[in-house]
């Protein structure tokens, strides 16, 4: 079955500092989306990426989708602590059909002020 | 617009009891998925319903059922607690199902003593 492997699983930076966590699937992917989990909360839907090879950008936040469409990556430039929480990447089955999003092992990330 | 409205917040039960939580879903929105979040097992999906039926279901036992009513309105039960059932439970909804961006409710921590 469909496979989904988050790198790194945490990461600890400064503030100011780059983030990015990958995505990475054994199947090609119909989309991928991504989610970010507060500590506390509950999963808040980011930004969907359907097309190869896609980039979209969110303020400080890039997503892109590998042009393979098996793997994709958030990148935060200059993180704030309010970047603070584990972010998801959740790709649905290829074709969709099964309607079962199987969420990706999350990175969880710390920032220091 | 309200969000998915997950009740109740908190629960404590004793093993072997039987469990009932409830998810009002975004009005509109005819899929209502289920998950069960734990700091070992990060999201895993337990099931999906789109207009009263169930689409897909994840790797949980038998005690683990769900149904969705006429107004989307969803219900999930555990039977017989056991210890390791204490988790988050999500519940989330979407216009369309997995190819949608998911808005997931607040949560259930449920803990089973």
């Known amino acids: 079955g469909q496979q989904v492997m988050q790198i790194p699983q945490y990461q600890h930076v400064q503030e100011g500092e780059d983030f990015t966590t990958y995505c990475n699937s054994s199947t090609t992917l119909s989309n991928i989306q991504w989610y970010k989990q507060r500590p506390g909360g509950h999963p808040v839907f980011l930004i969907q990426?359907?097309?190869?090879?896609e980039v979209k950008k969110q303020k400080r936040l890039t997503f892109q989708f590998g042009e393979a469409k098996k793997n994709s990556s958030l990148h935060i430039t200059a993180t704030q602590t309010t970047d603070v929480g584990t972010y998801f990447c959740a790709p649905p089955p290829y074709g969709g059909t099964t309607n079962k999003l199987i969420f990706g092992t999350g990175t969880l990330l710390a920032v220091q002020p | 617009k309200a969000g998915v409205t997950q009740t109740p917040r908190y629960l404590i039960k004793t093993r072997g009891q039987q469990v009932t939580l409830s998810c009002s879903p975004i009005s509109g929105h005819r899929s209502v998925s289920w998950y069960q979040q734990t700091p070992g097992q990060g999201l895993q999906f337990l099931f999906e319903?789109?207009?009263?039926?169930?689409?897909n279901k994840g790797n949980f036992p038998g005690r683990f059922s769900g149904r969705q009513f006429s107004n989307s309105r969803s219900e999930m039960n555990v039977s017989t607690l056991e210890l390791g059932d204490s988790a988050l439970y999500l519940c989330?909804?979407?216009?369309?199902?997995?190819?949608?961006?998911?808005?997931f409710g607040s949560g259930t921590r449920l803990t089973v003593v």
């Open positions: 319903y789109f207009s009263e039926t169930q689409r």
């Open positions: 990426l359907v097309k190869s090879g």
């Open positions: 989330a909804s979407s216009s369309g199902g997995a190819n949608y961006g998911y808005t």
